[in-house]
């Protein structure tokens, strides 16, 4: 049981390039979530599903598109990479009862990104 | 808005000795509590899940108890180990209309000492 799974582990973009992270997890998880993690800031909540065509955004979208086709998979594209995206990111899925997670949330082991 | 606040930021103790990690939020209309722990570089890997209803959950060494009325949720590891060592976050999960999110604390940093 693989859980959830983040490609790249590491990237290095230059300011102005577009990328997409991936995520996928195998658990059937109606949940899924993208975060970042700053020095001092703690996790913030970039967009989040509760299902596949369904997406929200979270505390810090701007700059961020989510899609969400399938159950498995939830990629998140930086439009125009900018130095202030430089961060940490991890993907998270968790069951669901009625759209609110309701389960143990499970995490992917993180991208770490460098914009220069 | 929700604030979740985990005090104190570093933590450090002797092997053996007892860890009690505070978390706090703001609004008491949670719909449940899960801490995790962070090693370096490394991802978040979930160590309770105490569910709204529920007042402490229990998984070996840890003990986590949960009161919403007064907004706290503490993290007690018995008989710590250098193996515990490691970055402690608290989340909630808060709902808004008919989805839930999570909020994390900034976390607590702890060391072990031999």
């Not at chain 1, 700059?63 to 995206?85: H, I």
Request: proline share 5%.
């Amino acid at each position: 049981n693989a859980g959830v799974t983040q490609t790249p582990k590491f990237q290095v973009l230059k300011t102005g390039q577009s990328m997409t992270l991936q995520c996928a997890q195998d658990m059937n998880h109606e949940y899924m979530s993208w975060y970042r993690q700053d020095p001092g800031m703690g996790l913030r909540l970039i967009h989040y599903s509760v299902g596949a065509g369904i997406t929200d955004q979270g505390e810090v979208p701007n700059g961020y598109n989510v899609s969400r086709s399938t159950t498995e998979d939830f990629p998140l594209r930086l439009l125009s990479a900018a130095p202030s995206q430089t961060s940490v990111y991890f993907c998270a899925s968790s069951s669901t009862g009625g759209g609110r997670p309701n389960t143990e949330a499970f995490f992917g082991q993180g991208t770490r990104l460098t914009v220069v | 808005k929700q604030e979740v606040t985990q005090i104190p930021a570093a933590l450090s103790v002797p092997e053996g000795e007892n860890l009690v990690l505070n978390c706090s939020f703001t609004d008491s209309a949670i719909y449940n509590l899960q801490w995790f722990r962070q090693d370096p570089g490394k991802g978040l890997t979930s160590l309770l899940l105490i569910q709204s209803s529920q007042r402490e959950q229990t998984s070996g060494r840890l003990n986590a108890s949960l009161d919403k009325s007064s907004g706290r949720s503490t993290l007690y590891i018995a008989a710590s180990q250098p193996g515990d060592s490691a970055t402690y976050l608290c989340a909630v999960i808060i709902v808004r209309g008919s989805w839930g999110k999570f909020q994390f604390g900034a976390g607590t940093q702890v060391v072990v000492t031999p």
